[in-house]
């Protein structure tokens, strides 16, 4: 059996126990759902496949995918566009691409020397075909089959930084639009950072 028999495999047999096929790119020691297929370069109990994922993405059948998840992974990859490429193959018409990012306003994104390029509000509005963002931006290359659903700012504070991160919760105001959104990175991202982002892509037909 070859390598991309096996990952099909294990992707039929997901769906036929669970009813669906979620990947989770570098999932490391733990996976957000347990039923995914953890993929990571470094061997762990949650790994199921080890390698690079936008290799490991290429031995899956096109369509073959309902969900991909990642959290904390895409800023260390260099590639960006390459990898969405490579997940917009794999997933089904109307699958979801979903993911957890640093904003570029978090002082610990800038910290830490694997972290490879900043993300934020509309940075996938220069990748794909449709966005929800009210900001009209270039497209350099010919945009990727998705629709930019939506994305989500996550304010909080690392432990022990408990009352601090209360305090940072009442900044979820600038969620309750695309508007706030785009108000709130422009003019206040700077003085009032956000941890991470929610990102929603969803394959189009």
Known sequence: MTTADSHRALAESRREAHGYVRLELGCGTSKMDPNAIGIDLLSSPAVDIVG?????LKEFAAASVDEIFSTHFL????????????????????????????H???PYFHSDPTHDRPYGLHTFSYLVAESFTNRTVPQYEAPLPFRYSNAT????????????????QLRRIFNLSTWTKELYEENWSWILPAYEVRYELERLA
């Open 104 to 106: 570029f306003s978090n």
């Open 153 to 168: 700012f996550v304010f909080k504070s690392t432990r022990p930084h408990y009352v601090r991160h209360g305090f940072k």
């Open 52 to 56: 690079d994922a936008r290799e490991v």
């Open 75 to 102: 800023e260390h990859v260099s590639d960006a566009r390459g990898m969405l490429e490579a997940c917009a193959r794999v997933l089904r018409p109307g699958g979801m691409f979903r993911a957890v990012i640093p």
